[in-house]
Structure formats: structure tokens, C-alpha cells
């Protein structure tokens, strides 16, 4: 399974962002797929996650709850990411990952096994 991540850019602050990330290869059935990011100096952390089937429950940092959005399809395995009122703290380099199933460790990001390639986001003040 491969995960490609796209979207990334440069915007201001204020501004928007839709991060997508699409699974190619013999995909099977995964139960969790998340975003990470990551900037310069800092660790890797997470973003948000999405649990199927439940419903599509998403999950998300305190960072960015209220500010974006998680969606997905599971049965085209395809994830968005839906930024607003972007900050300059959340440039960064945005990961997209996946397990087969789901694990309340879901804001880990050794809990994933498949990666993307990463996609840069960066807001300027």
C-alpha cells in the first residue's frame, strides 16, 4: 500500500488549505488513517485521525480543533484535511498515515505503519 499526500502550499495567515491522501497498491481495509505534521527543530505530532467504520469519528489535536477537518472515504481510501483560519504556527511538513486497525494510541505516530510522502504547508504572518 501507498499513501500520497498532496495539497500543500504557501498561503497567509487566515487563510485556507485542503491536504489530500490517497491509497494506491493492494490496499486493504483500514480501519485508521491520520495526519501528522511536523517543522523544522520540532517532533513529528499529531494532526488528526479518522476511525472507520464507527461512523467516520474523527479525532484532532487541541491545536487545531475547531479550525480544521477530517473526512474520508473508506471505500475509495481517501482522506482530506480541511484547514481554516490557518496560523503561522502550523507550517509544517503534513504527513498522512494508516494501520489496518484502529488503536485508542491513534494520536501516536508510532501506532502507524504505512506512510505518505509528506506535503509542505506554509503560512505566512
Known amino acids: 500500500v501507498q499513501l500520497q499526500a498532496s495539497g500543500g502550499g504557501l498561503v497567509q495567515a487566515g487563510g485556507s488549505l485542503r491536504l489530500s491522501c490517497a491509497a494506491s ?12 505534521r511536523q517543522a ?8 488528526s ?3 472507520w467504520p464507527m461512523g ?8 487545531v480543533k475547531g479550525r480544521f477537518t477530517m473526512s474520508g472515504d473508506n471505500a475509495k481510501k481517501m482522506v482530506t484535511l480541511q484547514m481554516n483560519s490557518l496560523k503561522p504556527e502550523d ?5 498522512c498515515a494508516a494501520r489496518r486497525y484502529w ?4 494520536y501516536t505516530d508510532k501506532m502507524y505503519d504505512t506512510w505518505g510522502q509528506g506535503t509542505q504547508v506554509t503560512v505566512s504572518s
Open 56 to 63: 467516520s469519528r474523527t479525532y484532532y489535536a487541541d491545536s
Open 91 to 95: 507550517t509544517a511538513v503534513y504527513y
Open 49 to 51: 485521525a479518522i476511525r
Open 103 to 106: 488503536t485508542v494510541a491513534y
Open 25 to 36: 497498491g493492494r490496499a486493504l481495509s483500514m480501519d485508521a488513517m491520520g495526519w501528522f
Open 40 to 47: 523544522p527543530g520540532k517532533e513529528r505530532e499529531f494532526v
